[in-house]
Every structure is written in structure tokens, then in C-alpha cells.
């Protein structure tokens, strides 16, 4: 579950979903390479102030759901869980190095989006549409209740 994370000088909850397909949608993620990988995604989490909420494998792609500092871009981090991750199956799981050719594990694309742990978009749109005016909050969860 995501939580609070306290800087010195911010507050913040980012959490991202990731999906990262295999080279060549290949089917390698086998347990094997399961393993690997949440391995080194814990390693990844000590070292980087990154947590991994879950981890999803599939055949060929994977789904990270991460929470993160401010300090890292969505761009930053899934270059960094990329790169460490496909470094390490290659060296743990060999076996993989003879599915794939060109000695690359990952596509270059991925898919990200946000995770709102509060509101959905709707609700912090009305919020912020609403700001300066008096009894913002009560019309809010009127508005919020409607949407609904």
C-alpha cells in the first residue's frame, strides 16, 4: 500500500503503473526470470528510495506498480528498472541471452500512467476549478457524490 513519503522539504504520494513488453514480445519471462527479477527489483528499492507495490509477470511483459520520490521522472525510473533488471536476468538466467538476439531484454517502449490514491481526476478537477471560492469543500462533495 502506498504511504506518505516525507522530505525536508516535501511531501509527497507518486505511485505509477508500468507495463514493459519483452524483446520481440518474446515469452521469456519463465520462473526463472521471474525470480531474477523481483529479486533485483527489491535490491533496486533499498538502493534507490523506490518501492514496488506489486509486481505482475506475464509470459512476454511485465506490470510494476512503483511508488516514488519527486526527485526521479517517470522517464528516470523505468530507465533505471530497465537497465538494472535486463543486466541482471542476463547474468543470473543465461538461458534468456539464447531467446532474445541483439542482447537486448526490453523493448524501448512502455506504458505508464499515474495511480490516484485520493481522487480521480474528475474530483481534482472540480477542486481545482473551485479554489477562492467560499464553501468550497461542501460544494465539492456534492459534486464528488455526483459522479457517482
Same mark, same amino acid.
Given at each position: 500500500?502506498?504511504?506518505?513519503?516525507?522530505?525536508?522539504?516535501?511531501? !509527497?504520494?507518486?505511485?505509477?503503473?508500468?507495463?514493459? +513488453?519483452?524483446?520481440?514480445?518474446?515469452?521469456?519471462?519463465?520462473?526463472?526470470?521471474?525470480?531474477? /527479477?523481483?529479486?533485483?527489483? *527489491?535490491?533496486?528499492?533499498?538502493?534507490?528510495?523506490?518501492?514496488?507495490?506489486?509486481?505482475?509477470?506475464?509470459?512476454?511483459?511485465?506490470?510494476? *506498480?512503483?511508488? !516514488?520520490?519527486?526527485?526521479?521522472?517517470?522517464?528516470?525510473?523505468?530507465?533505471?528498472?530497465?537497465?538494472?533488471?535486463?543486466?541482471?536476468?542476463?547474468?543470473?538466467? +543465461?538461458?534468456?541471452?539464447?531467446?532474445?538476439?541483439?542482447?537486448?531484454?526490453?523493448?524501448?517502449?512502455?506504458?505508464? !500512467?499515474?495511480?490516484?490514491?485520493?481522487?480521480?481526476?474528475?474530483?481534482?478537477?472540480?477542486?481545482?476549478?473551485?479554489?477562492?471560492?467560499?464553501?468550497?469543500?461542501?460544494?465539492?462533495?456534492?459534486?464528488?457524490?455526483? /459522479?457517482?
Amino acid at each position: 500500500m502506498s504511504h506518505l513519503i516525507r522530505k525536508s522539504h516535501n511531501v !509527497s504520494i507518486l505511485v505509477y503503473h508500468y507495463v514493459c +513488453p519483452a524483446k520481440y514480445r518474446r515469452a521469456v519471462l519463465d520462473e526463472k526470470v521471474d525470480q531474477v /527479477l523481483r529479486d533485483v527489483c *527489491l535490491e533496486i528499492a533499498v538502493r534507490y528510495q523506490i518501492e514496488f507495490l506489486e509486481i505482475g509477470t506475464d509470459k512476454d511483459h511485465v506490470h510494476f *506498480l512503483v511508488q !516514488s520520490i519527486p526527485t526521479y521522472s517517470p522517464t528516470k525510473i523505468i530507465t533505471m528498472i530497465k537497465s538494472l533488471t535486463a543486466r541482471e536476468i542476463f547474468a543470473r538466467a +543465461p538461458h534468456v541471452k539464447k531467446q532474445l538476439w541483439g542482447g537486448e531484454f526490453w523493448t524501448d517502449g512502455y506504458y505508464v !500512467s499515474t495511480v490516484g490514491q485520493h481522487a480521480t481526476e474528475d474530483v481534482i478537477k472540480l477542486y481545482v476549478k473551485n479554489q477562492g471560492q467560499e464553501n468550497q469543500y461542501a460544494r465539492l462533495h456534492v459534486q464528488q457524490l455526483e /459522479l457517482f
